[in-house]
């Protein structure tokens, strides 16, 4: 399975671009937009931003491990 975590604000990642994809894979699944948060907030990123990515990603392991 493939999970799209987006920031709304990143300039590599461009939520139309990471959209259009999704939309074209069948193995995706899970899409969702972060807000205030760009490319380089997934490894830096500060609360409350970062929180929901954070619980996001351990639902989505569980889910699927």
Sequence with gaps: PIAYLVGELDDLG????????????NQAHF???YPNMDHH????????ALAA???DV????KEHN
């Design 14 to 25: 461009d939520p139309t671009d990471t959209k259009w994809s999704y939309d074209r894979i």
């Design 31 to 33: 899409y969702k937009t």
């Design 41 to 48: 907030s997934f490894s830096i990123g500060k609360a409350p």
């Design 58 to 61: 351990l639902k989505l392991l």
């Design 53 to 55: 990515y954070q619980e």
